[in-house]
């Protein structure tokens, strides 16, 4: 899968924990199937913007700001290398 839909993964997972939410839960409030949250969480799917739209409700988000998570992950994981390559010089 592109990085972009594990990025949308690793996003809704952050979401979800910080509300101290289940996986269940989160099926539950954004009414999907438990098992599609966790293949959405692990990037193995692609979310269509109806799913991703339900998630963001279900999570109390805009939409946009969640798509704008996946940016600033990436941006983190940029940092990261950046520092890791630094120390391995």
């Given amino acids: ?40 969480e692990r990037g193995r799917v692609i979310a269509s913007i109806l799913t991703a739209e339900k998630l963001a409700s279900a999570l109390e988000v805009d939409v946009a700001d969640l798509l704008a998570r996946c940016r600033q992950l990436d941006e983190q994981r940029a940092v990261q290398l950046i520092s890791l390559s630094a120390i391995a010089r």
């Fill in 1 to 40: 899968m592109s990085a972009l839909v594990e990025r949308f993964g690793v996003a809704v997972r952050q979401l979800r924990m910080q509300n101290g939410w289940s996986q269940g839960q989160l099926a539950e409030r954004s009414n999907l199937d438990r098992s599609y949250v966790g293949e959405i």
